[in-house]
Structure formats: structure tokens, C-alpha cells
């Protein structure tokens, strides 16, 4: 990975933008914090392009 950038815009929308010279279909990104289960996924979109 060559950069990780933390975005919240003026709606609270938090956005995690990473950039990766050697992304490949197979990649994978872990995120190994330990957070709470999300439990509402009503406001939650996952969103890839590029690559």
C-alpha cells in the first residue's frame, strides 16, 4: 500500500482510501482493529473502483 487516506465530508460519510500499485482480483485488505459488530447496515455502502 502506498497511501491510506481517512475522509469524513459534510454528511459524516467516512471514506477509506488506499492506494495499491499491486492490486490483483485476488487481493484482499484487512482491517484488523476491534470494533463492535455492526448490528445497522442500513447506513453502510462499500463502494470499489479502479484498478
Known amino acids: ?3 491510506i487516506v481517512v475522509d469524513v ?3 459524516g460519510v467516512i471514506s477509506l482510501i488506499f492506494e495499491c500499485a499491486d ?3 485476488d487481493s484482499q ?3 484488523s ?3 463492535k459488530a455492526l ?3 442500513s447506513r453502510l455502502t462499500i463502494q ?3 484498478g
Open 48 to 50: 470499489t473502483s479502479g
Open 39 to 41: 448490528t445497522d447496515t
Open 23 to 25: 492490486l490483483k482480483a
Open 9 to 11: 465530508d459534510d454528511d
Open 1 to 3: 500500500t502506498n497511501e
Open 29 to 31: 485488505f484487512v482491517w
Open 33 to 35: 482493529k476491534n470494533y
